[in-house]
């Protein structure tokens, strides 16, 4: 399990990270909220550790963009901020559980526990299109051959390839539906995470294909 610390206070965040490490997880750390949206959008953590009050960016504000794109990765705010109100605004936004300092780190470990034992009993986050599957978890593409852990946006683009197998899928809607609101997105994206899937696809040696099925739009067809 690969989890991010997101906390401005290094003391307070490599002491997590610590203890999170000798519990037996990956872990990575950020200091500063801009650069933590970065990897959280980057990287493919199965959890996320995250203070509000961070330099360039805000918590919540990182929250938000999250879950515009992910809605897999648990969430578990770590802050001073105790007013009712903040907790129920963090809920809401998306976040799985809130946990006020100062804390004790057994309660933590806890509570990271109990959200990674929920994640890991979704059994039905699992796809299967010829010898490919796609775990939703933990955003692995698996065939007879191996596998290869998919970066946020390519594990989003072969899930709707996959739970739209046979059916043509128009540049514009994949554009909305993994970019979304994204400002600045070059129109040659969409091309360019195809061109990665295909030839993660090749390697695997799978026996289904993304074709272009007519201008701008594309399938997913098993075959071979």
Request: glycine share 6%; aromatic share 8%; hydrophobic share 40%.
């Amino acid at each position: 399990m690969r989890l991010l610390i997101v906390e401005d206070e290094k003391e307070i965040c490599d002491t997590v990270a610590k203890s999170l490490y000798h519990a037996g997880y990956e872990v990575d750390t950020c200091y500063d909220g801009e650069e933590a949206l970065e990897c959280i959008l980057i990287e493919n953590y199965d959890l996320v550790v995250l203070d509000l009050n961070l330099p360039g960016m805000d918590g919540m504000e990182i929250l938000k963009e999250l879950r515009q794109s992910n809605e897999e990765t648990k969430v578990l705010i770590l802050s001073a901020r105790g007013q009712i109100a903040d907790k129920v605004e963090g809920l809401d936004l998306g976040a799985n559980d809130y946990l006020t300092k100062p804390f004790a780190a057994k309660e933590l470990l806890a509570r990271i526990r109990t959200m990674i034992r929920t994640q890991t009993t979704q059994t039905e986050s699992i796809l299967y299109v010829g010898n490919i599957t796609l775990n939703r978890a933990t955003f692995e593409l698996t065939s007879p051959t191996g596998s290869f852990r998919l970066a946020n946006k390519e594990f989003q683009m072969m899930e709707v390839f996959l739970c739209n197998q046979g059916h043509s899928i128009t540049h514009k809607r994949l554009l909305e539906k993994i970019w979304g609101d994204e400002k600045q997105v070059q129109t040659n994206v969409v091309w360019m995470y195809i061109s990665y899937l295909r030839k993660k696809l090749e390697v695997l040696h799978a026996n289904l294909q993304i074709t272009e099925a007519s201008h701008a739009e594309y399938i997913l067809e098993v075959g071979g």
